[in-house]
């Protein structure tokens, strides 16, 4: 099921109002849960694509049992892209349709995974912590690359880690999921510890180095995004909704 996303009234529209929205928001990240202990119950990957060239966004929504990786759900999103590219902002170009596939979903998602950032984000806010706030769902970030933070290159063992570094304070960690393959970069988005955002990235990268929550999401989101495309579907314009 594809869900078509109108973008919402008053969202923002200029880079002052969507950080002050980060600013409003960022308050209300939880940090003291562990959160949902890995290999049990649901675990939901999300993702998005884009079509610049016809203003559009794709998202999906991937539930697994986490004891054995199947898929239970699925679903999709498509609508307009909602913000200008602007680093450090993105996620305002992607909640209104990640938001739409969540809801969509017939069961519930559990432990929601972003492929991208939570507190390792410049204003440590990232697209985990700012979608684990409006649903209330414990949220982690598992990322390709550090941003602008620093870390020491992890031993060569799979389950290796090192500090994932803003100055003195450690904002996520550098996970090796695979023996001698570049790391990926963990964060906590919402109600949930790094220890167990850590656990949670091994336990889905049983045989890749992404975890399987995100490869499963990323290959619907770009199905999505080439059937609105070959059926000429056009970006929403702004709603009430």
């Known amino acids: 099921m594809t869900t078509t996303v109108r973008i919402p009234a008053g ?7 969507a950080r002050a929205v980060q600013d409003e928001l960022r308050g209300r ?20 694509a884009y079509d610049d060239e016809r203003d559009l966004v794709a998202a999906a929504a991937v539930v697994l049992d986490a004891a054995g990786l ?25 909640i209104p349709t990640v938001l739409a596939a969540l809801d969509a979903l017939p069961c519930p998602p ?3 995974v972003c492929d991208g950032y939570g507190l390792a984000h410049p204003r440590r806010f990232g697209l985990a912590s700012h979608l684990g706030v409006l649903t209330g769902l ?43 393959v570049k790391p990926v970069f963990v964060s906590v988005g919402h109600r949930t510890s790094l220890d167990n955002a850590c656990a949670h990235t091994l336990a889905l990268t049983p045989a890749h180095r992404l975890p399987e929550t995100t490869r499963s999401a ?20 702004r709603s009430g909704r």
């Not at 982690?140 to 994932?164: C, M, Q, W, Y």
Request: include cysteine; glycine fraction near 12%.
């Open 110 to 112: 559990g432990l929601v």
């Open 218 to 237: 990323d290959a619907l989101c770009r199905r999505a995004l080439r059937e609105a495309g070959a059926a000429g579907l056009s970006g929403s314009s």
């Open 70 to 94: 199947r898929v239970v759900a699925e679903t999709t999103a498509v609508g307009r892209v909602s913000f200008p590219y602007v680093p450090g902002l993105l996620a305002f170009r992607e």
């Open 29 to 48: 990240v939880v940090r003291d849960e562990p959160g949902p202990p890995s290999g049990t119950g649901h675990v939901t990957g999300v993702d998005v």
């Open 138 to 180: 414990p949220t982690i970030g598992v990322a390709k690359n550090p941003f602008t933070f620093t870390h020491e290159d992890p031993d060569t063992p799979r389950g290796s880690a090192s500090p994932l570094l803003a100055g003195p304070d450690e904002v996520g960690r550098a996970l090796r999921t695979r023996d001698g």
């Open 11 to 17: 969202w923002p529209a200029t880079e002052e109002q």
